[in-house]
T-cell receptor, first 110, second 119 residues
Framework: GNSVTQMEGPVTLSEEAFLTINCTYT??????LFWYVQYPGEGLQLLLK?????DKGSNKGFEATYRKETTSFHLEKGSVQVSDSAVYFC?????????FGAGTRLFVKA | DTAVSQTPKYLVTQMGNDKSIKCEQN?????MYWYKQDSKKFLKIMFS???????INETVPNRFSPKSPDKAHLNLHINSLELGDSAVYFC??????????????????FGPGTRLTVL
């Protein structure tokens, strides 16, 4: 069956550090891939998405590229801010199912 | 102006009680969902409704019963609450493609969550 695996958190970084949160998926066919973000005390919000291989999703300085050959969709940001502290979910949609990863908590220190 | 709203935001109750959580969306979406998020932030879909019809019912105890009086509302009723029901429950909604549900993914919009604590 389809699945999404994210790196375990928490990830703790200093402000302006480079961020990578790894995400890999297994799926029959080629799912659409997403990153959702959950800020403290709030619901999830769509951060970015990519619907086919080699697509790059980007938003708010975050980027992720759909890599078919490595079945990955790693989230990156060049310079994190304290306000980026949140839980990040990698999500796949395919075969009429939405699969959420377990979430990775990011703490950014000033 | 809230797109997806839930009430209450916090719910503290005793084991064995029956409680309801309400969800409303003003986005004109056809599809609504209930998710359960445990203390480790793991998110699990419970139910999905499209145009007031149940379309996804994951393995959830039958103490949980969703009710959709209209397209804009999806309520969750829980009977005989247990300690393990303590979690944050999220409602979400999305558009759907008429005639071919889920043929293209539509972004899900989430409510702020209801934190349920069973004592």
């Amino acid at each position: 069956g389809n699945s999404v695996t994210q790196m375990e958190g928490p990830v703790t970084l200093s402000e302006e550090a480079f961020l990578t949160i790894n995400c890999t998926y297994t799926a029959t066919g080629y799912p659409s891939l997403f990153w959702y973000v959950q800020y403290p005390g709030e619901g999830l919000q769509l951060l970015l998405k990519a619907t086919k291989a080699d697509d790059k999703g980007s938003n708010k300085g975050f980027e992720a590229t759909y890599r078919k050959e490595t079945t990955s969709f790693h989230l990156e940001k060049g310079s994190v801010q304290v306000s980026d502290s949140a839980v990040y979910f990698c999500v796949s949609w395919g075969g009429f199912k939405t699969i959420f990863g377990a979430g990775t908590r990011l703490f950014v220190k000033a | 102006d809230t797109a997806v709203s839930q009430t209450p935001k916090y719910l503290v109750t005793q084991m064995g009680n029956d409680k309801s959580i309400k969800c409303e969306q003003n986005l004109g979406h056809d599809t609504m969902y209930w998710y359960k998020q445990d203390s480790k932030k793991f998110l699990k879909i419970m139910f999905s409704y499209n145009n007031k019809e149940l379309i996804i019912n994951e393995t959830v105890p039958n103490r949980f019963s969703p009710k959709s009086p209209d397209k804009a509302h999806l309520n969750l009723h829980i009977n005989s609450l247990e300690l393990g029901d303590s979690a944050v429950y999220f409602c979400a909604s999305s558009r759907s493609t008429p005639g071919d549900l889920f043929s293209s993914y539509n972004e899900q919009f989430f409510g702020p969550g209801t934190r349920l604590t069973v004592l």
